[in-house]
């Protein structure tokens, strides 16, 4: 088969591929018309900072003339966006110095075999030197931020492209990133590729400040550079599918996904009717159908607190969870719970126990010292009426940043703190018999209804809105990078190597 892609790759800089006429005297936004098209370059484009002593070591070994990944290790940056903000590092806090960004692109098959069609790239505005290559070739170099600059690349990404494939010719090109491991639940433990895996990580929900919960790229990068720092190796997607950008990002960052379907709030008995019943089953159709393809998402979560001990439910869930088994044979399935071990009628068609606890928050307030016996009591429960691994799916506590107490009190830095430190002294009782996992409630605190319990929203972030730690948050990635090294690596492996990793164990 021989197959040529109508590729180029530019160095620096955002953000458009224009075509257009030239426009003598004035530099005109582009739009969109009969006789223009564009195409965005916003996303995410490969990053290096040259931390080099003079800064210039990109200019001394040509960075530009191959792609930015083959000359060291790059960093996932969006455009637009300031590099400074998005990153754990604190060198690019304040770096001063050159800066790399690249990004492949693949143009339209017109753009490039049409040699009447004037290619122009075109960068909204880029601080503060910039010099852009495309294709290896220096095109561009442009002083100041702010304003936008472009040049026309036509001859440099203008060439004549066959494709062709054994059958004839080929029109039309699609590329899936693909990924392969096995996932299967044993009485106690949960495999992937035949290795038992702890899940260490949060749950999370699509929501920022001003943004609400629509997409952002940079927001995405600093959540995903934050579960880094925290050491998380999986979240769960509460309580609805999430954007297809954040399980691509989960895909390459090797972080795993428990993928919920929007069921949450059934809780009286007509939400188990045939009616909701097969609504629910087309939502996991579809649900199926979207991500089946990432190998990031390793289980099903049919639904978040449902009233489960309704007789009701028993007979729901069976139909449910059998569907969804027969859409994906290859993962597992659950629903979170938050009933009773003897009450609950679905639990017996889950293939994990996933189940949500708020001991010492809504109720016993302020009585830390009840929950290693609540905690392991609620397991051995769960355990020996299932034999089924059981992942602690929430627990956690509401702070409003900045309050402290000592001794703790609710709502105090200090008290999110114990609480978890008691947890996780829980946890670690039954960690490596058949608990395979704990999902703190939540990574970042995140807006509500108003209600006497919410504090302009929730705050049981770990994060407040705005992304920044919580005390808490310290406590729980001491942890999670020592679960990390201790299922990664032998027992003697310094932190720091992991930190440069991905915490996929
Ligand atoms: C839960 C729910 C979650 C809530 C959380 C809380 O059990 O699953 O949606 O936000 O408790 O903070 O009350």
Request: charged share 20%; net charge neutral.
């Amino acid at each position: 088969m021989a197959r040529r892609r109508a590729a180029a790759w530019a160095a620096l800089g955002p953000l458009l591929w224009g075509c257009a006429l030239a426009l003598q005297g004035g530099m005109l936004y582009p739009r969109e018309s009969p006789s223009r098209e564009r195409k965005s370059l916003d996303g995410l484009w490969s990053f290096r900072a040259d931390f080099s002593d003079t800064r210039r070591r990109g200019f001394e070994e040509q960075w530009y003339r191959r792609p930015l990944r083959e000359s060291g290790p790059t960093l996932d940056m969006p455009v637009p966006s300031s590099f400074n903000d998005i990153s754990q590092d604190w060198r690019l806090r304040h770096f001063v110095g050159w800066v790399w960004y690249e990004r492949e692109v693949t143009l339209p098959e017109r753009w490039t075999q049409d040699l009447r069609t004037r290619v122009v790239l075109r960068i909204g505005s880029a601080h503060s030197y910039a010099i852009v290559w495309v294709n290896g070739v220096n095109t561009l170099e442009h002083e100041g931020g702010y304003l936008p600059f472009e040049v026309d690349i036509s001859s440099l990404v203008q060439v004549r492209l066959t494709a062709q494939t054994s059958v004839g010719p080929v029109s039309d090109f699609y590329t899936l990133p693909v990924g392969i491991r096995t996932v299967a639940v044993t009485e106690s433990q949960f495999l992937i590729n035949g290795k038992p895996f702890y899940f260490h990580g949060v749950n999370k929900h699509e929501d920022s400040d001003i943004r609400g919960k629509g997409f952002d790229w940079p927001l995405l990068v600093k959540d995903f550079n934050l579960l880094l720092w925290l050491g998380a190796n999986a979240f769960r997607t509460s309580h609805y599918p999430y954007a297809e950008e954040v399980l691509q990002m989960c895909d390459r960052y090797g972080i795993v996904v428990i993928d919920e379907c929007p069921a949450v709030g059934l809780v009286l008995p007509q939400h188990f009717s045939n009616t909701s019943m097969n609504h629910h089953m087309r939502v996991m159709e579809e649900l199926v159908r979207r991500d089946k393809n990432h190998p990031a998402v390793v289980m099903w979560s049919v639904a978040n607190e449902p009233a489960s001990s309704l007789e009701s439910a028993g007979y729901y869930f069976k139909m449910v969870i059998t569907h969804t088994k027969a859409l994906d044979p290859s993962r597992p399935v659950t629903f979170v719970t938050n009933s009773n071990y003897a009450a609950d009628k679905g639990a017996p068609y889950v293939d994990v126990i996933c189940v949500n606890s708020y001991y010492s928050w809504y109720h016993d307030y302020g009585h830390l010292e009840l929950i290693q016996l609540q905690l392991g009591t609620q397991f051995e429960n769960w355990y020996k009426t299932y034999h089924k691994p059981i992942i602690q799916s929430e627990y956690g506590a509401e702070t409003i940043v900045g309050f402290h107490q000592d001794p703790p009190l609710m709502f105090s830095e200090e008290y999110q703190k114990a609480l978890l430190e008691q947890y996780h002294l829980g946890l670690d009782e039954k960690r490596g018999k058949y608990v395979v996992g704990e999902l703190i409630w939540n990574f970042a605190d995140f807006m509500t209804n108003q209600t006497p319990q919410r504090v302009l929203g929730n705050k049981k972030g770990i994060f407040t809105r705005q992304r920044q730690p919580k005390a808490a948050a310290f406590l729980l990635r001491e942890r999670y990078w020592k679960i990390a090294n201790e299922t990664r690596y032998p027992h003697s492996a310094a932190k720091s190597q992991c930190l440069e990793n991905s915490p996929f164990t």
